[in-house]
């Protein structure tokens, strides 16, 4: 009884201290207009900031005092030192007894973006967002300096979006730098950035970028709504927001996006989807995000008709042989031995021969020991993960079949089915889950079980939206089939998918 009095008297306290910490301009929010009481607390509350810089200066004629606060870590020290200070330290500088800030605004420091606030925890974001304060004493305005430093690697073609031909650029994690490249691969007046930030204790910035009359009002209406319900104490990736939005979390296909080339999140911002860029990640989100996207490559739209309606149905076969291959190849080797050729059934049987596991336990070992090998590949240091994959697989698939612990035939297939499924990078993942479960149902139920389990995943897949829109859209039947499995020449492809955009349907003039 005693410990629930304390709980409850200390929320009345918490819960008092909270109400006034929230009125209005009180004394905790109010900027000092002294500037050792400034000082004092910038100390009081940026206690043990080594990086934190305070440097008072004394400018004009009559020798005013200033102080000059900023990260030396975020912040730009050139613009600091060569504009800011250089500028306020001229000697024939006369301040004006009225309107300080707005004159040292408009005529000291008018190079670099500037702006004035009065909430002194706005000024405290900006600094830690690299900018610069400046605080005239007997003022009570705060004048913000954009001083953000780029910190960050230089353009380069992302690792895992590597084409032959087209754009090699890719994003960073500078989101400046992502709004500059989509702004130079889309110059239209309509084109929207609309800033967030999310992070109770990252205030990461998070930008929404769509056309508009392009994109839907709906689906725009809606994203932001989904945005202004994350309620977390960090985003440190975009990952974070694509696990609060999409529709599914649970299913092992994605509903939400993402990308790291600039072209391709042009592209699909000019079929009316919106991109969510996050400051500190080079991963840019899409949405709404369709199945049929993950068969479609940036270059698809650089090369030829026929060749990059072919490469779509390879890799259509890819991620099937990748899925279903295990499965069938367990369901005949258990069940189904009748519908094996004659010769090659009597090749699999000797092959098999002195093998202590079932086809399904024998299946499922290979697979495991195959994303061992492709998840250390992907950690290990570039110069030697290759090389120990390489090694890896060929020493344990050698190893097995001569220590009869597998069979040659399953080692084939597993190697097949592991290297179909790099070609859909996007669906690896739901790949990886699935031939598992198709390797189980052909070891239980042979081909009925595969037939079980693939009307399954086609509810699924027919049941799920991403934003409203169907996520089979365009490959289910009675709907579009144009830029699907196919794709027509870039001349006749004029209007824009109707069930994506808004108003702005033509891509191109004249009729279709």
């Not at 005239?136 to 690697?153: A, F, P, Y």
């Not at 209406?221 to 319900?229: A, F, G, Q």
């Not at 005949?332 to 098999?352: N, W």
């Not at 996007?426 to 079980?449: H, K, N, P, Q």
């Amino acid at each position: 009884m005693l410990s629930k009095v304390k709980k409850i008297f200390n929320y009345i306290k918490l819960k008092g201290k909270n109400n006034n910490f929230s009125n209005g301009q009180n004394e905790i929010y109010r900027i000092p207009s002294s500037i050792d009481k400034v000082k004092e607390k910038f100390k009081r509350d940026l206690e043990l900031c080594s990086d934190l810089n305070l440097r008072e200066i004394a400018f004009g004629k009559d020798r005013r005092r200033g102080l000059i606060c900023y990260f030396s870590i975020l912040a730009n020290k050139e613009i600091i030192d060569n504009i800011i200070i250089k500028s306020m330290m001229d000697e024939k500088l006369e301040i004006p007894k009225e309107g300080i800030v707005d004159f040292i605004i408009e005529s000291v420091i008018n190079e670099c973006e500037v702006k004035k606030t009065e909430d002194y925890t706005e000024a405290i974001d900006e600094m830690l967002s690299g900018n610069t304060l400046i605080f005239i004493d007997g003022q009570k305005e705060i004048i913000l300096v954009n001083t953000h430093s780029n910190i960050g690697r230089a353009i380069e073609e992302p690792q895992n979006e590597m084409v032959v031909r087209g754009p090699k650029e890719g994003f960073t994690e500078d989101l400046d730098l992502q709004i500059a490249l989509i702004r130079k691969k889309i110059k239209d007046k309509r084109l929207k950035f609309e800033e967030f930030k999310l992070g109770e204790k990252s205030k990461t910035t998070v930008v929404l970028c769509y056309v508009k009359g392009i994109a839907k009002e709906n689906i725009i209406d809606e994203v932001k709504k989904r945005l202004s319900k994350i309620k977390i104490d960090a985003i440190l990736d975009s990952g974070y927001i694509e696990q609060f939005i999409e529709e599914n979390p649970y299913s092992p296909f994605s509903t939400v996006g993402n990308s790291q080339k600039p072209d391709v999140v042009a592209g699909r911002i000019l079929e009316g989807r919106i991109a969510i860029l996050c400051n500190g990640t080079p991963h840019v989100l899409t949405v709404p995000y369709l199945l049929i996207e993950s068969i479609q490559v940036s270059e698809d739209y650089y090369n030829r008709t026929l060749i990059s309606s072919l490469l779509r149905i390879v890799r259509v076969l890819a991620i099937l042989i990748s899925v279903f291959l295990p499965g069938i190849f367990v369901a005949l080797q258990s069940f189904h031995q009748e519908m094996i050729t004659t010769v090659l059934l009597i090749t699999m049987a000797a092959a098999r021969e002195g093998v202590p596991f079932p086809a399904v336990i024998e299946a499922l070992l290979m697979n495991f020991f195959f994303e061992i090998l492709k998840e250390s590949g992907t950690r290990l240091p570039r110069a030697i993960g290759s090389s120990i994959s390489i090694v890896g697989a060929l020493v344990l698939g050698e190893a097995g079949v001569n220590a009869g612990i597998v069979g040659a035939p399953m080692v084939m297939v597993i190697a097949l089915t592991g290297v179909s499924a790099f070609i859909a990078p996007d669906l690896s993942d739901a790949i990886t889950i699935y031939r598992v479960i198709f390797i189980i149902l052909g070891g239980s139920a042979g081909f009925y079980g595969i037939a079980l389990g693939v009307f399954v995943i086609l509810t699924h897949l027919l049941s799920m939206k991403s934003f409203g829109i169907p996520y089979t859209m365009t490959i289910s039947p009675f709907t579009n089939f144009k830029d699907s499995l196919f794709k027509p020449p870039i001349f006749k492809m004029k209007k824009r998918p109707e069930y994506m955009v808004g108003y702005d349907i033509n891509k191109q003039e004249g009729e279709e």
